[in-house]
């Protein structure tokens, strides 16, 4: 039996997608909170948000995207329409997918920034006001009422001729209505002003050049920034989107790839081991251990296949030694985040904690964040390897990075819960690291029983004067530690007296 009322599709995506770019952006969806969280803000401010992002996605993403026939995508979706018709043809979507072809992470950045600006347009009512926001839901809901009714006509093919009269009669007059309400939200969409029109090419602009950054900045943070292996593409995006909404980040990340640069060459040109010898032999992969005849594998082919296996899975004869070494427990790295930290401070001091935790994470030793201010200010605390392995998340180390309480200074409590976290069996011959700008006292008596469970625990304090910007002092630092450098010293051989000591 013929339908007696067109029954609006239900689809609701105008650029065409095959099950793989469905899925693709259903896992990213589900993997990517950010993202996830923008389609549920978007929803409820217009119809169809999810879809709209999810265009963004395969238009990003395709090889050769193509849109849908009017006929072919339900009418509710008319707003995704004109938004993308902005972008048809236009230079600026050329570049952004120079950037993002093929390349899910970098499709679902995109999105997601895309995304983000069209919701902040939307609710500053850039785009459309705020009475075509209302026919637009009235739109959806005409919509589904149609398709209610025309199923509930084609239902009732067996049932008597009034009923089957009378709901199609509601179904047509509801299809009537709906037709209307689209003719008339389009004719008003197609008035969007001009600077509604340039919005979305100005944002595709604008983007491209920063994608290109950000993929490169994401892959620092990813694999030398505290963090081990590839990223999943959900975990990209949100580390693509804290370091294009954060300069702060950027400029971090520059700092910190030369500070460790600068940090692992000099622990690669310390040979020395202080009161060490050659005490056993024991199985590893450290080639300045290791035992001569296990070279002699490398002239032979077959055995050069059985050597690097064994280099893989760390099973190579090297030699055991034994004497005082230090450096080699767990980090407390305590960094200063009062007023005056603010600004060329808080970054210097945040990338030397991430160098510090990079070589923690290389020698699998644990690693504690505590960032202290004003005395009143909670200490904000946080274990970067809190379970058995030390691998790092990349969110727990922008955590590092992100957060600056400001306020007052206050030495006592950050240095007496390092002092309790060394009192702990899983953190015992650990080393604490305090980074300051020095603006700070101490009482003498609370000086006196430091330095007693410093003794008692064994443990050294080193400090990291951040003097750029004028306004250090180092006469409390002289007090407590056992070290002191600077940053202005982290840049030549002086640097050891940190770097090389704990690693």
């Not at 850039?126 to 398709?147: H, K, M, N």
């Not at 030369?258 to 940090?263: G, K, P, S």
Request: proline residues 5%; aromatic residues 6%; contains cysteine.
């Amino acid at each position: 039996m013929a339908r007696t009322v067109l029954i609006p599709p239900r689809e609701h995506c105008w650029v065409a997608s095959d099950a793989y770019d469905r899925s693709a952006f259903a896992e990213l969806s589900a993997a990517t909170p950010t993202l996830a969280e923008l389609a549920a803000r978007g929803g409820a401010l217009v119809p169809c948000f999810r879809e709209l992002l999810e265009d963004f996605f395969c238009l990003l993403f395709k090889l050769d995207p193509r849109l849908r026939a009017a006929d072919e995508v339900a009418p509710a979706a008319a707003f995704n329409r004109a938004l993308l018709a902005t972008l048809d043809g236009h230079p600026a979507l050329a570049a952004l997918r120079a950037e993002t072809q093929l390349d899910e992470a970098q499709a679902g950045l995109g999105a997601l920034l895309l995304g983000t600006r069209v919701l902040e347009a939307l609710r500053a009512e850039q785009l459309v006001p705020r009475g075509d926001l209302l026919d637009l839901w009235d739109l959806a809901r005409q919509e589904d009422e149609l398709r209610r009714r025309g199923e509930e006509a084609d239902a009732l093919a067996e049932a008597p001729r009034a009923a089957r009269e009378e709901a199609t009669h509601a179904a047509r007059v509801a299809e009537a209505r709906l037709r209307q309400k689209a003719q008339n939200v389009a004719q008003r969409l197609g008035e969007m002003p001009g600077r509604a029109r340039t919005m979305l090419p100005a944002a595709a602009a604008a983007l491209a050049p920063e994608l290109a950054d950000v993929a490169r900045e994401a892959r620092a943070w990813g694999t030398g920034i505290g963090a081990g292996g590839r990223l999943s593409p959900a975990r990209q995006i949100e580390l693509g989107r804290r370091l294009v909404t954060n300069p702060k980040l950027r400029r971090l990340a520059a700092l910190v790839g030369r500070m460790r640069a600068h940090a692992l060459a000099l622990r690669r040109r310390t040979l020395e081991r202080a009161n060490a010898e050659v005490h056993a032999v024991e199985w590893g992969d450290d080639f300045g251990r290791l035992l001569p005849p296990e070279l002699l594998a490398l002239r032979h082919p077959l055995l050069r296949r059985d050597f690097r296996r064994r280099l893989l899975e760390g099973e190579l004869l090297v030699y055991r030694l034994r004497g005082a070494e230090s450096g080699r427990g767990p980090m407390i790295v305590c960094v200063d985040g009062s007023s005056s930290m603010a600004g060329e401070k808080e970054v210097w001091a945040k990338a030397v904690a991430l160098t510090l935790l990079e070589i923690a994470r290389r020698q699998r030793r644990l690693f504690r964040f505590v960032c202290f201010a004003a005395a009143d200010t909670p200490l904000f605390t946080l274990d970067l390897n809190p379970r058995a392995h030390h691998a790092v998340h990349v969110d727990r180390a922008l955590d590092v990075a992100e957060y600056f309480p400001g306020g007052g200074t206050d030495f006592e409590t950050p240095l007496d819960a390092a002092v309790d976290a060394l009192g702990a069996a899983r953190w015992r011959r650990g080393d604490v690291v305090l980074i300051t700008d020095g603006e700070c006292d101490v009482s003498p008596a609370w000086l006196a029983r430091f330095r007693r469970e410093k003794a008692r625990l064994g443990f050294a304090l080193f400090s990291v004067l951040i003097d750029v910007g004028g306004g250090a002092r180092t006469g409390t630092l002289a007090a407590l530690s056992d070290r002191v450098t600077s940053v202005s010293r982290l840049t030549d051989d002086a640097a050891r007296e940190l770097f090389v000591a704990l690693g």
